[in-house]
């Protein structure tokens, strides 16, 4: 059977049941989107910035276990503007696909000659060498024969122990080139590549298992940190909760890990930066049950967690183990199975459930009197955070995704946003990236066409990545951006306040959204104060419901600071010597004297 390698390419994806790709065409790939071109079940999308192919693949993966986000670019410049998004993907743990066409140097061998006698080099960038510290495994196809094979295998690495992207590089002449394919290549298993495999993993023994429970069970003020790694085991983390009665927090990337709704759940991570619920519910915490978090400074807010000198650490990746806080049991493996074994242990070693009424208790009061706290905070005819997102909550469905950027709003959607359904919250998690969130919004409605997408965006993110809103309207998704508007990069202008009393070079500048929304052909509704909120989300509602992207420009309030973003600075703050903690204090109170 006589094939091209492009169309190999092709063939490997739709057996991968890849649907969608993300990039922009160019000589050096454009065979292969000729063939995709030609696919009933892959769609190419285009984008505006290779940066954002590779939030877009990120997030794909993120809000759709069955799928792996796949970007299609060419070698080179479009590499390096990408590898924002590879980077956010391989620390967050997330799989990817990167397939990049690369041109061949075609020279007449009289020139050749002259180059090899001359000793002339082309100028050209180590690929392989700039991407090793930002993905699992980098391939270079120079035979059709082995594309299938290839492609196959960098689906199994990406998905499996700790996932992330995989580099798969396709010179031009091996798309081109037609050659006899076996048809034994063409039947090849198709990888049940979105299970993490662990295969080589040893198994974990009922002792461990049981040294584990017994040292919950010995505890008397257990706890559960959640993050990302347990989003598949919601339904096991629930039971072991309830039947250790213990309070469960979580990490920022595993919001939606566990279910906000349920009297347990504390809040985000808990100490110095969490919100009062979560903060008091861990206060006298001697035994912590971690899972599926690596305490990465996203995961631990620059380090200020305060984690028990019991800790039975859950991951799938043996490599985290030990290397910010010391575990004293640890198990490593596919996090459900783990959950499923330790649970039933636990019921085994303490038959009926312990009791928990007076911890749901004080939960449920320490949410009450914080949620009050905001809403009697004077916004001063701007938008009270919680105010809108406790209407915004009203008005979705309960299988809404919400997906945020990099700034201030991350965290206050962090703090006053619950969330309920596994994969129903994302964001840029250890690498920062901002710009993430409107591409991310596309690729997730992609992924779920059925559920509302929603956006929260500040405008400085917009400004980076806003033209992606495009996509959305070319294919018609009915995605909803909220900006969070106040003309500042507002996390770090709040930062230098803290630090040298005054900002620097954070004014965006007077941006019209209308304008920018009209532009675009998308929606537009404006959010001055908080009476107008209820019309304005209704009405976006109704816009998305029929297809059309919208914007929501909101007049934010960001005068009242998350608890997270305060317990970074403090944690920040108090990282530095005596000597320079001195100097910026000193010099933020001359400032204020001064003027």
């Not at 090849?188 to 040294?211: G, K, M, V, Y």
């Not at 807010?301 to 490599?319: E, F, M």
């Not at 106040?486 to 306040?497: A, N, V």
Request: hydrophobic share 40%; glycine share 6%; with cysteine.
């Amino acid at each position: 059977m006589n094939k091209t390698g492009a169309w190999l390419v092709r063939y490997a994806l739709e057996q991968l049941g890849i649907a969608h790709t993300f990039g922009i065409p160019g000589i050096a790939n454009a065979e292969i989107y000729d063939e995709l071109e030609q696919s009933s079940q892959i769609t190419p999308h285009l984008v505006n910035h290779e940066m954002s192919a590779a939030f877009m693949a990120d997030a794909l993966s993120r809000t759709n276990h069955d799928s792996i986000g796949t970007m299609l670019i060419v070698s080179g410049a479009a590499l390096t503007h990408s590898l924002s998004g590879i980077g956010e993907a391989y620390l967050a743990g997330v799989p990817m696909l990167i397939i990049a066409g690369s041109t061949d140097y075609q020279v007449n061998s009289d020139h050749r000659a002259s180059i090899e006698q001359n000793s002339i080099e082309f100028d050209s960038i180590d690929q392989q060498q700039l991407l090793k510290p930002l993905t699992k495994a980098f391939f270079k196809i120079t035979d059709q024969q082995q594309i299938i094979e290839t492609f196959f295998s960098a689906c199994t690495i990406a998905t499996s122990d700790k996932p992330g992207p995989v580099f798969i590089e396709i010179p031009l002449s091996t798309q081109i080139a037609s050659a006899d394919i076996d048809e034994k290549i063409l039947n090849q298993t198709r990888p049940f590549h979105l299970q993490a495999a662990n295969q080589e993993q040893q198994p974990i023994s009922d002792a461990e298992i049981s040294s584990a429970a017994k040292q919950l069970l010995d505890a008397d003020h257990p706890g559960l940190l959640v993050g990302w790694g347990a989003v598949e085991a919601q339904p096991e983390l629930i039971a072991i909760a309830e039947q250790l009665g213990a309070p469960v927090s979580t990490t920022l990337s595993g919001i939606s890990s566990f279910p906000a709704q349920h009297p347990q759940h504390a809040g985000m991570l808990f100490g110095p930066a969490a919100v009062p619920s979560a903060e008091n519910a861990f206060e006298n915490c001697d035994c912590l049950l971690a899972i599926g978090t690596s305490f990465n400074p996203i995961d631990t807010a620059s380090g200020s967690l305060r984690v028990p000198k019991n800790l039975v650490h859950i991951n799938s990746d043996p490599q985290v183990f030990n290397r910010v806080y010391p575990a004293t049991n640890s198990l490593c493996g596919d996090i459900k199975q783990l959950l499923t074994s330790l649970l039933y242990k636990l019921q085994e070693l303490q038959k009926q459930p312990a009791q928990n009424e007076q911890l749901c208790a004080a939960i449920a009061s320490d949410k009450s009197d914080f949620k009050q706290e905001w809403h009697s905070h004077n916004s001063k005819q701007r938008v009270n955070p919680a105010l809108f997102f406790d209407k915004l909550q009203t008005a979705l469905k309960d299988d809404a995704i919400i997906i945020t950027d990099d700034g201030n709003h991350t965290f206050l959607a962090a703090e006053l946003m619950p969330i309920n359904n596994p994969r129903g919250f994302i964001s840029p998690s250890n690498f920062n990236a901002m710009g993430y969130c409107v591409p991310a919004v596309n690729a997730a409605k992609l992924a779920n066409p059925d559920k509302q997408v929603i956006g929260i965006v500040g405008d400085g993110a917009m400004l980076m990545s806003g033209m992606e809103a495009l996509t959305a309207v070319r294919e018609k998704l009915g995605t909803l951006y909220c900006i969070f508007n106040d003309g500042h990069l507002s996390r770090i202008s709040h930062s230098q306040e803290i630090a040298y009393n005054q900002k620097t070079c954070t004014q965006l500048g007077n941006v019209n959204w209308g304008a920018f929304a009209d532009a675009l052909e998308c929606g537009y509704f404006s959010i001055n104060n908080n009476n107008e909120i209820d019309t304005a989300l209704r009405r976006a509602l109704e816009t998305i419901a029929h297809g059309q992207p919208v914007f929501i420009d909101i007049a934010i309030d960001y005068s009242k600071r998350s608890h997270y973003a305060q317990g970074v600075e403090k944690a920040t703050l108090a990282g530095f010597s005596g000597k320079d903690k001195l100097r910026l204090v000193s010099r933020a109170i001359v400032r204020k004297i001064m003027g």
